[in-house]
C-alpha cells in the first residue's frame, strides 16, 4: 500500500512548533533531515511541514545524542555510508541458497551495525519488531539502546533490507519445494 505523503490526523506540528518544543531552530531540524534522513514529516497541500509525535520523538533522540557529545558525522556521511551499507546486505541476501544463510546475512548486518541481536523472548524496551530468524529457529529481534546513532541507523536501513530478506526467503522456500515435488505425470 503506497502511504499517502500529505496530511493525516497525526501529523499536525508545523517546524516552528516542534523547533520550540525542543529548543532547536527550524533550521537546525530541517538540517537534521537533509544530514540524517529522518524523520521524513508529512507534507500538507501547500507543501509545509507536518510533524508527529512519532516524528518529534525521534527529533528529540537526535538532540539528546548531540547535547551528549555523539559524533553523528558530516553532512551526508552517515546517508552515504547507510546506502553502501544496506546495499552490500542486499547482495549478500540475493546470493543466499537458503533461508539460513538469509537470517545469518542479516543478523550480521545489525551487528555491523553496532546493534545487539536477542532472542524474542528475552526482548525489552531496546527491540526493534522484526524478527531476523525468517522461520529459521527461535524468533531474533534485533536491538539498540534508545537514544542511539545505532538506533536511528538501524530505523532507518532495517526496514528496507528486512522485507528484501523476506521475500529471497520465501522464494528460496517455493523453489525448494518445487524441487521436491514429484513431477506430474
Given at each position: 500500500m503506497i502511504q499517502d505523503r500529505f496530511v493525516s490526523d497525526q501529523a499536525e506540528l508545523r517546524v516552528g512548533e516542534v523547533a520550540e518544543r525542543l529548543g532547536v531552530s527550524a533550521s537546525t531540524i530541517r538540517l537534521w533531515e537533509r544530514r540524517f534522513g529522518m524523520p521524513r514529516p508529512l507534507r500538507s497541500v501547500g507543501g509545509h511541514r507536518r510533524y508527529s509525535e512519532a516524528n518529534v520523538e525521534q527529533l528529540r533522540a537526535l538532540r539528546d545524542l548531540f547535547?551528549?557529545?555523539?559524533?553523528?558525522?558530516?553532512?551526508?556521511?552517515?546517508?552515504?555510508?547507510?546506502?553502501?551499507?544496506?546495499?552490500?546486505?542486499?547482495?549478500?541476501?540475493?546470493?543466499?541458497r537458503t533461508p539460513a544463510e538469509v537470517r545469518d546475512l542479516v543478523v550480521a548486518f545489525v551487528r555491523i551495525s553496532g546493534g545487539d541481536v536477542i532472542a524474542a523472548d528475552r526482548s525489552g524496551a531496546d527491540a526493534l519488531p522484526f524478527d531476523l530468524s525468517f522461520g529459521e529457529g527461535e524468533p531474533l529481534l534485533p536491538a539498540a539502546e534508545k537514544p542511539s546513532v545505532v538506533r536511528l541507523r538501524l530505523e532507518r536501513t532495517l526496514p528496507a533490507l528486512h522485507e528484501d530478506a523476506r521475500r529471497i526467503v520465501a522464494l528460496l522456500r517455493a523453489a525448494s519445494d518445487a524441487r521436491s515435488d514429484p513431477p506430474a505425470g
Open positions: 547535547g551528549r557529545g555523539h559524533p553523528l558525522g558530516r553532512p551526508d556521511e552517515g546517508s552515504k555510508g547507510d546506502v553502501e551499507a544496506i546495499l552490500a546486505a542486499t547482495r549478500a541476501v540475493l546470493r543466499a
